[in-house]
Each structure stands twice: as structure tokens, then as C-alpha cells.
């Protein structure tokens, strides 16, 4: 049975007023998609599933000629009915298409109408001989005269180029498999435009948005030019929010260490300068987006078109409900109550590590003034975040300066971004795992990095394979989506969409976190295992890399955890002993207790630890 067909698409284009090469082309995949299943709804009506959402459209071939209409529906969503649904709500899709009629052998593909927000303004447009495109799984057909046998529909989904067995992931939990497929299912899918976008609302890149997007990819994809590409983007076309202006530098430093290449860093290095607002310091080294300092002059020089642009600190999305006017289902939006103080902790956080990476970065090209001149102001910044923002009387963070409130957000990002000193690591996390899942699908990232950091694995994994709550992965799968979702659920962003990519935190994490698999040196020369399996029993990974493919697969039997890992040809990797270990062997031979790395030259280790 045909299941899919891959064509290549080389397109060339220049998007929508944004500095790009001409020359620069990106290249897209067209797949044809065979139908799971089909189910008659009625004497002329029928539902065809084609088991994921894509964007794309209908592509419908017929051997008999049908004279009269026929109508579609397309939609992401199916009602009570088991129909596609007409009002699925938020920002979910649906389109009704009507054709008249169908002539033997000829392919049709049905023509969508655009919707005005996504391919107008600051939207990332395709070239017009793609048409236009939406994301559906299902097709109704209504008004069929001919027998149904006598059609191939498929679905024709764009994406950009994608290696879909350069990456796996199994283990002992089921739900954990699920999650895992569906965030790698959303890399795939979203990634139509060449870019990486927000979802299908407004075709928008968003730094946030794209940094999560970039670490879920490169996790699971060795093909890079997409995150080059939306890196490059945002030099020039920077978005709103402090935080988000503070991700720049997160995401050409991550590109950096899968990559290898130092160009974009030596292009844009005055700019990840600015980027990272140093100018908006005051004296003890905090920065405000209420700062004076961020005048016009500035706007300009981060790269806003508009030199009235206004900067405001987001924390997370949405905010409370008496800020936005929507009926939320917690008042409070994804914020935890956060106060949001001129100097705030979430915003110093960034800014901290936007200064420990630009040491790094600095140190990359050799510029040894700027590393002492980064380093000096990253601990200054730490110093006084710890000094300032800290309530040492119950041992967590606050939201700011001169605030008497504690959220989510004011500890996980200090957590996340190795703020907080040794000694009140315990009562910070403890803090942190008192609430819960209190932030958005974006948030998420932040805490469960956070978590992993500090040796909460289990905590962490137990959030992300929860299925009693709505604020979960699980639940996206639940209500029917195949791609993560904006927003936890509809009902906590009411114009959300089911085709987000920053809700793929899982996919990255679990590379990145669980399995500890992360280049330790530029472009995976030498890499990082550091597992932290937490209560699975079984788990295998396939890692894909610049220079080759990272294999792992681990199982508990009892007092014994056996890894055997395969190292590709060019790379060393530094696999990270958990401190419980009592004995351990590598290939046989014992290694002595103490010793915190076993060095993995290329090639199949097996090591086995006592616990």
C-alpha cells in the first residue's frame, strides 16, 4: 500500500522585505501522504484521515468523471460526530472547499483560500507557485457519485527537508514514546515556511519561539539551514519582548556548538553585543527595560524598523486575565501571579546568561579582553541577583527588586541558568516543585531544564508523562492534536493553535537532559553523555550529529544499569558516571569507584554500573 511520495522542491526567494541573500534558496519537500483510513459518514459522504496533520492541501486523482460539485471540508479537528469540525475553536483549522466536479485522470489539487493575517504584514510568505497552504489531518468528502475506489487522495504536505531516520527514541514508558513522537512530528511539519515560525495564526519567527524549535531540531536533525537561516532573520528583524531580544544570543551560541562554524558569530558578533542590552546596566549590573538608556537610538541599533518600538518584559504568555481581556481558565494567565517589578528577576536571569554564553563566545574567537570584560559583568550580575533578589529568610527567589511575591518563574530561570549557589539549591527546588506545572508550554522548557540541572530528573519526567492534569503533553494527544500545541489547552489561550513548535520541549529535553547527549566542544568533537533515566527501565536513542550518529540504549535489570553506546568515526565522547555507582565495568574491565568519566573513543562500548 502506498503510504507516502517524497518530491524535492529547490525554491528561491526573497521573504516579505527581509535582508536576505537572493541568492539563497530553500529548499522544501512536497510528500504525498496516503490516507490511514477512510470511513463512510453517509450514502455520498466519507472521511479520509491521514493520521497526522501537515500543511499543505489535497491532492485528488479520480479514473471515473464526476459532473457535479463535490465539497471538502479540511479541518485539524473532529467533532462529536466523528466529522471534521466547523467550529474547532481557537485558532484550530478548518476549510470548506467546493469543486466542480472531477475529470478521469486528471490530478486536482483543491485550492485554498488564504487567510489574511498569515500572508500579509511581517508573515513569513511562500512563493506563489506553492499556493496556499493549511494544517489538516482530515478531509470529508461530501456529494461523491462515484464509487470511492475509483479516487487516490492524498495529502500533500510542505516541509522543509527533513531526515526522518536520523533520530529515534523508545523506552519502557509509553506515554514518554508518544510525547516524544509527537514534538518530532512537529519539528517536521512546522518547518513549511524554511523557517523556523510560531504556528499557523501569524507565520511570525519569534526568538523564544525559535530557540525551542532549534534545540528540539538539532536533537533530532543534522540538517542546520533552517536554524541558520531564522538566526540570520533576527538580526535584523528583532521582536518585542525584553526576554525574547535575550534569546539572539542563546540560539547563534547553540548553532555554534552543533555546527562548528564560526562565521555567524564572527558576522554578528557586535550585534549579539547589543542583543544581550548590556547598555541598559546600572550600576550594580541589573538591567531594566524601564532603563532611559533605552532610547531610539538604541531601537535603532538592535534592529526595529519602527523607532517608537516599545520593549516590555513578558515573562510568559498569555499574561493575566485583566491584562488581555480573555476568559481564562486560571485568571492568572501562565504568569503564577508574577509581579512584574521595573527590575525583575526573569529578565536578570537572561541577561546573566546572555553574558556566561558571550564569555564563551567570546573565548571562540580569541578575543581575550572581551572574555575578562564578560566574565567580570556575569559575576557581578550573579552577585547581585543573589544579593538583591533572593529572600534568604525562606530561600527562593523573588520577582524582583522591592516585590513581596515568589512564583515558578523567579526560581526556575535562576535554576535553569545556574544562578543559584549550592547552598540553596534544596530549598529552591523544593520551592519550584511546589507549583507544579504553573507555566506555559514555553515555560516548560525553562523548568524542566531547571530541574535536570539539580538532579530532580524524576520530578522532571513525571511532569512530562503526566495524564491526570490538562496542563499536560498528554492531554494535546487527548483532545486529538498531532502537532504540540500553543497553549496546555483552548481553554488557557483562548486563540491558541494546534501547530506551535515551542511546545517541544520533551523532544530536546530528552536528548539534551535525560539522556545527557550534548556536543561538549564545537560540532560534537567531543560529546557529553550524561544520563539521568530516572525510573525507566529500557530506553534507546539515535542522536544524529555533524559528524555521525550517536546510538545508546540502556537497561535496568535489577542493582545493574547496562549502556551500551556507539561512538561515530571523528568524535570522543565523555560519558558522566552518576555519583550512586558502586562498581563499574567498561567493556569488561573494572574501572575504579571513584572515577567521574569513562573516555568513549569511536566505536561500541558496553559499561554496566552497580547501584
Not at 512530528?185 to 524549535?213: C, L, M, Q
Not at 543534522?222 to 535575550?246: A, C, H, K, Q
Request: glycine share 6%; aromatic share 10%.
Amino acid at each position: 500500500m502506498r503510504k507516502y511520495i517524497t518530491l524535492l522542491l529547490f525554491v528561491t526567494f526573497i521573504t516579505n522585505n527581509q535582508a536576505q541573500d537572493s541568492s539563497e534558496k530553500i529548499q522544501l519537500e512536497t510528500t504525498l501522504v496516503a490516507p490511514k483510513t477512510v470511513t463512510k459518514l453517509g450514502e455520498d459522504s466519507y472521511l479520509i484521515d491521514f493520521g497526522k496533520a501537515y500543511f499543505g492541501t489535497v491532492q485528488i486523482e479520480s479514473k471515473k468523471t464526476q459532473n457535479d460539485s463535490l465539497v471538502f471540508h479540511l479541518g485539524e479537528k473532529l467533532n462529536d460526530q466523528h466529522k471534521v469540525d466547523r467550529t474547532p475553536g481557537g485558532t484550530i483549522r478548518y476549510q470548506k472547499v467546493i469543486l466542480n466536479g472531477l475529470s478521469a485522470g486528471k490530478k486536482i489539487d483543491l485550492s485554498l483560500t488564504p487567510d489574511k493575517r498569515n500572508t500579509t504584514g511581517a508573515a513569513i510568505l511562500l512563493p506563489e507557485s506553492m499556493g496556499t497552504v493549511m494544517p489538516f489531518r482530515y478531509c470529508q468528502v461530501d456529494h461523491l457519485t462515484i464509487p470511492i475506489e475509483e479516487l487516490q487522495f492524498s495529502q500533500k504536505a510542505v516541509h522543509n527537508r527533513f531526515h526522518d531516520n536520523a533520530s529515534d527514541f523508545t523506552s519502557s514508558d509509553k506515554v514518554l514514546d508518544a510525547i516524544w513522537d509527537l514534538c518530532k512530528h512537529t519539528i517536521k511539519a512546522t518547518s513549511f515556511t524554511g523557517y523556523y515560525v510560531d504556528g499557523d495564526r501569524e507565520r511570525i519567527p519569534y526568538e523564544a519561539d525559535a530557540y525551542i524549535n532549534q534545540l528540539s531540531h538539532y536533537s533530532v536533525d543534522s540538517v542546520y539551514t533552517i536554524g541558520r537561516r531564522t538566526n540570520e532573520y533576527f538580526i535584523d528583524n528583532p521582536t518585542w519582548p525584553t526576554e525574547w531580544l535575550l534569546h539572539t544570543v542563546l540560539m547563534f551560541h547553540a548553532d555554534y556548538m552543533y555546527t562548528g562554524d564560526l562565521a555567524p558569530l564572527e558576522k554578528h558578533y557586535e550585534n549579539l553585543k547589543l542583543k544581550t542590552l548590556m547598555d541598559l546596566e546600572r550600576e550594580d549590573g541589573l538591567i531594566s527595560s524601564s532603563s532611559p538608556h533605552l532610547n531610539q537610538e538604541l531601537i535603532n541599533q538592535l534592529g526595529f524598523k519602527k523607532p517608537d518600538t516599545k520593549i516590555k518584559d513578558i515573562i510568559d504568555w498569555p499574561p493575566a486575565q485583566k491584562d488581555t481581556g480573555w476568559k481564562l481558565a486560571t485568571a492568572e494567565g501562565e504568569r503564577d501571579g508574577y509581579e512584574i517589578v521595573p527590575v525583575n528577576t526573569v529578565v536578570n536571569s537572561f541577561y546573566y546568561y546572555n553574558l556566561k554564553l558571550m564569555t564563551e563566545i567570546a573565548g571562540f574567537l580569541g578575543k581575550k579582553q572581551d572574555i575578562l570584560f564578560f566574565q567580570n559583568k556575569a559575576n557581578k550580575v550573579k552577585n547581585t541577583i543573589n544579593t538583591k533578589l533572593f529572600d534568604a529568610e525562606k530561600g527562593y527567589y523573588i520577582d524582583g527588586e522591592h516585590s513581596t511575591h515568589a512564583s515558578l518563574h523567579a526560581n526556575m530561570m535562576p535554576l535553569a541558568f545556574d544562578l543559584v549557589p549550592e547552598e540553596h539549591v534544596k530549598t529552591v527546588t523544593e520551592f519550584v516543585k511546589t507549583r507544579g506545572m504553573a507555566c506555559s508550554v514555553y515555560g516548560s522548557q525553562y523548568l524542566l531544564e531547571g530541574l535536570f540541572k539539580n538532579n530532580e530528573a524524576q520530578y522532571a519526567l513525571d511532569l512530562i508523562t503526566e495524564t491526570e492534569s490538562d496542563r499536560s503533553w498528554w492531554n494535546m494527544i487527548q483532545v486529538g492534536a498531532t502537532m504540540t500545541m500553543e497553549a496546555w489547552d483552548v481553554k488557557y489561550k483562548p486563540n491558541s493553535d494546534w501547530n506551535h513548535a515551542w511546545g517541544t520541549a520533551p523532544l530536546n529535553i530528552t536528548t539534551r537532559y535525560m539522556w545527557g547527549i550534548k556536543p561538549k566542544t564545537a560540532g560534537f568533537k567531543i560529546a557529553e553523555i550524561k544520563p539521568q533515566l530516572a525510573n525507566l527501565t529500557f530506553t534507546k536513542i539515535k542522536v544524529p550529529t555533524k559528524i555521525g550518529i550517536i546510538t545508546a540504549h540502556f537497561e535496568k535489570l535489577k542493582d545493574l544499569a547496562l549502556y551500551t553506546i556507539e561512538i561515530p568515526a571523528g568524535m570522543v565522547a565523555e560519558f558522566i558516571i552518576p555519583s550512586k555507582a558502586s562498581k563499574i565495568k567498561h567493556n569488561g574491565k573494572i574501572i575504579k569507584k571513584n572515577t567521574p568519566v569513562i573516555s568513549l573513543e569511536s566505536g561500541v562500548h558496553k559499561i554496566q554500573l552497580k547501584q
